[in-house]
């Protein structure tokens, strides 16, 4: 399917947010995914998963959470600006994307889905854990859910999602660490959470990337695969109307 993007700048109360918006071809209303970024922050592999889901079928936007400050130069900024990140501020600009895409006109009324990589897979579940708008996330190699950002850990908000999940991770990883994979399926067991998990052996964190440190061609496109599968079976057919009762987000 033939896609054509374009960047947004989005209001956001910490100031102007760059977002980038990836729109399928064919003119009719489309749901939206919002595509959340890892360390790198809002770079071209990023930018290259919003192109991937525009040519699924998706209006997919990936917003710039580290926009707060001066544009980065260097890892070492990106890095400063990542430990510096709060809960709080993703709840603020995830808000802010929502709100963006719910009055495009390409964009079909109704639930958002979410997914993330490594950082991005931390606020992946997270949202999906605050935010009403969510009707389907994955989580691929998310690590920190049990570490505090400015408020409760994202694992501490498990209870309150109410939409399907996806966790794709590598064997190999340490940030999830197996152990931790295991306590995070306990929990969504635990609440009665609609989710999958898969784990692909021999590989390790960034499986799924451009440049992955654990390198698996076959693991990569397999994930992918459930990828396509968990958002086309679970967004595509979620009501328009998704009232959830949540926990507050952290309050700045």
Request: glycine residues 12%; proline residues 9%.
């Amino acid at each position: 399917m033939a896609s054509y993007s374009h960047w947004a700048i989005i209001d956001t109360v910490d100031g102007p947010m760059s977002m980038y918006v990836a729109v399928p071809g064919g003119g009719d209303p489309r749901p939206a995914v919002l595509i959340i970024h890892g360390i790198d922050g809002l770079a071209t592999g990023t930018t290259a998963v919003a192109d991937r889901f525009a040519e699924e079928g998706y209006v997919a936007a990936a917003p710039d959470l580290f926009h707060r400050g001066p544009i980065p130069s260097s890892f070492e900024d990106l890095y400063k600006r990542r430990r510096g990140h709060t809960d709080a501020q993703t709840s603020l600009d995830i808000a802010a994307a929502i709100a963006h895409l719910q009055v495009q006109p390409l964009v079909k009324p109704g639930p958002v889905g979410i997914i993330g990589f490594c950082m991005g897979g931390r606020v992946a579940y997270y949202i999906a854990g605050t935010n009403p708008s969510i009707g389907v996330a994955a989580d691929c190699y998310g690590g920190g859910l049990f570490v505090s950002e400015g408020g409760p850990a994202p694992i501490e908000y498990t209870g309150n999602i109410r939409c399907p999940i996806i966790l794709l991770d590598g064997e190999l990883d340490r940030n999830p660490s197996p152990q931790d994979l295991q306590a995070i399926q306990a929990e969504l067991k635990k609440y009665g959470v609609t989710y999958e998990a898969h784990i692909y052996p021999g590989v390790g964190h960034g499986f799924m990337g451009e440049e992955p440190s654990d390198t698996s061609p076959e693991a990569s496109d397999e994930a992918w695969k459930q990828v396509w599968a968990w958002f086309h079976r679970h967004l595509e057919t979620a009501p328009n109307t998704y009232v959830q009762t949540r926990i507050p987000a952290p309050q700045r």
